[in-house]
């Protein structure tokens, strides 16, 4: 069956067209002008438009590199059914200065699901539900982790969801996490609209991690492959599901080490890592509270007590 023309904020795409169009144009207080591009692939046939989009918080690189091979490769610009809607950089201004927040101070993943004349956040929030969403199936949040937390390459979606588990499945990336939303996320609001967006979460901010690169690469592979809207073979990914996850904090300050990998599967009472003053003493040991994988670990060499350490995902009993 052929698909329909799709419009994007008055801009055509025809079936059998790839384009890039412009989700909309906003302007700085310096008269400056902001575009964000969005790259289309509208194959002829009939098949799910999926939305991969990076780059919400502007200094998470790792989603921008994922979709920038996807839309590289071949197969993908040749689609043989249904339509990709990739945008590589959602918020262009704060990653040109390598920012996780606007300008303005403000987290766009908290500004949905926004309005015509708010702030920027707002702007491109509301453009985003007003134009994407509508013309897209599902969809692929591409983040990080913040400042030095490094994430285990890991969707994150609603257990409790058949949809968001069945999308997580085909992607199968090796950690998938039971996570609720949270008020003013892309996540929560497109939800609202009948339109599951997953969160893949991967390496930290404003560093390539390789793995989460091609776990991330895999995973739209796969799930484009279990839609055949591409012909590409790639071994099934066997994925764990974790319903519970909990953060193990620092009892004190001091130079923190690891004992353990990320990703890594522990036994309670494992060692995984230790806190040392600068003067040759060991002052605290880290065990494991319990069975699980370690799903997200702090890369500080100095931390301070209560700060987070080690995020651990818990086995299902
Ligand atoms: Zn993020």
């Not at 799709?6 to 989700?23: A, C, D, H, Y």
């Not at 130079?255 to 309670?268: E, Y």
């Not at 494991?288 to 700060?307: A, E, L, M, R």
């Given at each position: 069956?052929?698909?329909?023309?799709?419009?994007?904020?008055?801009?055509?795409?025809?079936?059998?067209?790839?384009?890039?169009?412009?989700?909309?144009?906003y302007?700085?207080?310096?008269?400056?002008?902001?575009?964000?591009?969005?790259?289309?692939?509208?194959?002829?046939e009939?098949?799910?438009?999926?939305?991969?989009?990076?780059?919400?918080?502007?200094?998470?690189?790792?989603?921008?590199?994922?979709?920038?091979?996807?839309?590289?490769?071949?197969?993908?610009?040749?689609?043989?059914?249904?339509?990709?809607?990739?945008?590589?950089?959602?918020?262009?201004?704060?990653?040109?200065?390598?920012?996780?927040?606007?300008?303005?101070?403000?987290?766009?993943?908290?500004?949905?699901?926004?309005?015509?004349?708010?702030?920027?956040?707002?702007?491109?929030?509301?453009?985003?539900?007003?134009?994407?969403?509508?013309?897209?199936?599902?969809?692929?949040?591409?983040?990080?982790?913040?400042?030095?937390?490094?994430?285990?390459?890991?969707?994150?979606?609603?257990?409790?969801?058949?949809?968001?588990?069945?999308?997580?499945?085909?992607f199968?990336?090796?950690?998938?996490?039971?996570?609720?939303?949270r008020?003013?996320?892309?996540?929560?609001?497109?939800?609202?609209?009948?339109?599951?967006?997953?969160?893949?979460?991967?390496?930290?901010?404003?560093?390539?991690d390789?793995?989460?690169i091609?776990?991330g690469?895999?995973?739209?592979?796969?799930?484009?492959?279990?839609?055949?809207?591409?012909?590409?073979?790639?071994?099934?990914?066997?994925?764990?599901?974790?319903?519970?996850?909990?953060?193990?904090?620092?009892?004190?300050?001091?130079?923190?080490?690891?004992?353990?990998?990320?990703?890594?599967?522990?036994?309670?009472?494992?060692?995984?890592?230790?806190?040392?003053?600068?003067?040759?003493?060991?002052?605290?040991?880290?065990?494991?509270?319990?069975?699980g994988?370690?799903?997200?670990?702090?890369?500080?060499?100095?931390?301070?007590?209560?700060?987070?350490?080690?995020?651990?995902?818990?086995?299902?009993?």
């Amino acid at each position: 069956m052929a698909q329909k023309t799709i419009t994007i904020n008055g801009q055509k795409i025809e079936p059998g067209q790839s384009k890039t169009v412009i989700l909309n144009s906003y302007e700085l207080h310096t008269k400056t002008k902001i575009e964000i591009p969005v790259h289309v692939i509208h194959s002829k046939e009939k098949g799910p438009s999926v939305l991969l989009c990076a780059g919400m918080h502007g200094e998470e690189t790792n989603g921008i590199e994922i979709i920038r091979k996807i839309i590289s490769r071949d197969e993908v610009e040749n689609l043989k059914c249904g339509t990709l809607v990739a945008i590589p950089v959602i918020n262009v201004v704060s990653f040109l200065y390598g920012s996780r927040d606007l300008p303005d101070g403000r987290d766009l993943n908290r500004c949905f699901p926004g309005t015509k004349s708010g702030s920027l956040g707002s702007r491109i929030a509301y453009d985003l539900m007003k134009h994407i969403v509508p013309i897209i199936d599902f969809g692929f949040d591409f983040h990080t982790g913040g400042a030095k937390i490094n994430n285990y390459p890991q969707l994150r979606c609603v257990f409790d969801f058949p949809d968001n588990v069945a999308l997580a499945e085909r992607f199968s990336t090796s950690l998938i996490i039971d996570s609720t939303y949270r008020d003013g996320t892309f996540r929560k609001e497109a939800s609202k609209k009948g339109k599951p967006i997953l969160v893949y979460e991967g390496g930290e901010s404003m560093r390539f991690d390789y793995l989460a690169i091609n776990e991330g690469v895999n995973g739209c592979l796969r799930l484009m492959r279990s839609y055949d809207m591409i012909d590409f073979d790639l071994p099934h990914n066997p994925s764990v599901k974790i319903k519970k996850d909990t953060w193990i904090r620092a009892n004190c300050s001091g130079l923190f080490h690891m004992n353990a990998n990320n990703g890594a599967h522990v036994r309670k009472g494992d060692l995984l890592g230790v806190i040392c003053n600068p003067f040759g003493e060991a002052e605290d040991k880290i065990v494991s509270p319990t069975n699980g994988y370690i799903v997200g670990i702090n890369n500080q060499p100095v931390v301070n007590q209560g700060d987070a350490l080690i995020h651990l995902g818990i086995d299902e009993e």
